[in-house]
């Protein structure tokens, strides 16, 4: 049978296909920090040769930032827009990593092997499984099962500035029956999953000034206004007692979820003491009367990523700082609009500040939630053809992190997406030591070619 080549071809290059993976991970395409932009660039041409050495119709796309990739392919059948990103987050803190970040290497764990460096799960090996699956299916066959484009982006973790205009600007090429994106993760050990919500994101970061200098704390402790404590006031002021998140008008437009998808949701069995122990704690601690996966996948958040303010270094210092800032982010649900929430938030703030100090905002991003229907017929196609790679049924999941793509696809595009993705809780993305198992490397090639053969039909 057609398909049990492919994935016999998959199998038998399972070691190229690491060496290949490492190659782009040895790359370090930090979207974010300016110094890094030039490798930025290199994994995109990376990328590039690497698909036309398949026989992809591949180039780079300037952008106003860092390159996009655009890939073609000759196929029959129906037309598939796949997405991933090939830049990562920065590794500090460099001293937290065993090993280091750009120089991948395959660990033998209690759990088996991984991947380990930095993009192994985010985004890098997940990209490569469609590209692997792709290669193999055009060495088995010649050809591929379906009209296969790719599209991939430089500046996913850096906010996308250049994805909008790249989107309208290219619509046509864009255009596909479904959008395919690798970029989830899997439901715990060896579920599969397809991602049918994703949360949106509001990035705010405010910065307090009372006084005009940095003062004694015993000279003008006392009289004089300490922009900490009126930060640390109005942070405090954010939720109330039961989790609830205080800024006016936050939960206009959420609805509670639909029966059908609460009843699947319930039926995952998630236990919220497994997955906080698994990162030293216990006490789930979102809103009072919500489930672990409500409070992860379906209910808006208010968080602070980051505070500052005052004396931070060794020893002590007896200072009243001019200054105080936060960083806070806000994890949006469908019908919430972030640029309407932003307006409210930085008016309840302002709202709670004394005369004699001032705020002054920045922005760190502001994306929609996205909610897929199921109705498109490529997600029952997906669900089998997924469960028949792995030992469990595939589910229809929700996702508490964020990917913009999705919903500009939808809106921009009329797209729907399917988010398929084989990352799991402990691949440690963001932080130091992040790996990718092998396994998921190896399955999510599998995978994709079941999804395309499926597709194909
Ligand atoms: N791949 C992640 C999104 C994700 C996170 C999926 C957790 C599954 C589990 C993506 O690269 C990411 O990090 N997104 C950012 C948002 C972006 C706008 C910086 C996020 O969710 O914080
Ligand atoms: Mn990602
Ligand atoms: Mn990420």
Redo the contacts with the bound molecule.
């Keep these: 049978m057609s398909l049990d080549s492919v994935l016999a071809r998959v199998d038998a290059d399972l070691n190229k296909a690491t060496d290949r993976l490492m190659a782009l991970l040895r790359i370090p395409s930090i979207s974010t920090d300016p110094a890094y932009s030039d490798h930025c660039d290199a994994a995109a041409d990376w990328l590039v040769d690497d698909l036309r050495s398949i026989g992809f119709d591949a180039d780079k796309r300037t952008t106003s930032g860092h390159p996009m990739v655009m890939a073609h392919g000759e196929g029959s059948g129906p037309h598939v827009m796949f997405y991933g990103?090939y830049d990562v987050q920065p590794v500090d803190p460099l001293d937290l990593w065993d090993s280091p970040p750009f120089e991948p290497a395959i660990e033998d764990t209690p759990k088996g092997k991984v991947i380990r460096g930095r993009g192994s799960s985010?985004?890098k090996g997940q990209l490569m499984t469609f590209v692997e699956a792709c290669r193999a299916w055009k060495a088995v066959h010649g050809s591929l099962p379906a009209k296969v484009s790719i599209f991939f982006e430089g500046e996913?973790?850096s906010?996308?500035p250049s994805l909008v205009p790249f989107m309208e600007a290219n619509r046509e090429e864009l255009t596909a029956d479904v959008a395919l994106i690798c970029?989830?993760?899997l439901f715990g050990e060896s579920t599969p999953a397809i991602v049918t919500r994703l949360r949106g994101?509001l990035g705010e970061e405010l910065t307090i000034t009372g006084p005009n200098k940095d003062l004694h704390s015993g000279m003008y402790g006392g009289i004089a206004r300490n922009p900490i404590r009126v930060l640390a006031k109005i942070i405090a002021s954010l939720h109330d007692a039961s989790g609830r998140i205080m800024v006016p008008g936050y939960y206009d437009g959420v609805e509670e979820l639909p029966p059908k998808i609460a009843q699947q949701w319930n039926d995952l069995g998630f236990e919220n003491a497994k997955f906080l122990g698994e990162v030293g704690l216990g006490l789930p601690a979102g809103e009072d009367g919500r489930t672990g996966l409500e409070m992860i996948w379906s209910r808006p958040t208010c968080e602070v990523n980051g505070i500052g303010g005052g004396y931070q270094g060794d020893g002590f210092k007896t200072v009243l700082p001019a200054k105080a800032s936060a960083k806070i982010s806000f994890r949006l649900v469908p019908g919430q609009d972030p640029l309407k929430l932003r307006e409210s938030f930085r008016a309840f703030v302002q709202s709670q500040l004394p005369d004699d100090c001032t705020v002054a905002f920045a922005s760190h991003?502001a994306?929609a939630a996205s909610e897929m229907s199921t109705d498109h017929p490529a997600f029952e196609k997906a669900r089998a053809a997924l469960s028949a790679e792995w030992p469990n049924e595939a589910a229809f999941v929700g996702?508490?992190?964020?990917?913009?793509i999705a919903g500009h696809f939808k809106q921009i595009l009329g797209m729907d997406a399917m988010l398929i993705g084989f990352?799991k809780d402990d691949d440690q993305?963001?932080s130091p030591n992040e790996k990718y198992d092998l396994s998921s490397f190896h399955k999510g090639i599998r995978s994709w070619v079941r999804v395309l053969d499926a597709l194909s039909k």
């Design positions: 990103h985010d985004d996913e973790e906010g996308s970029d989830t993760g994101l991003g994306s996702c508490g992190g964020s990917i913009p990352g993305i963001h």
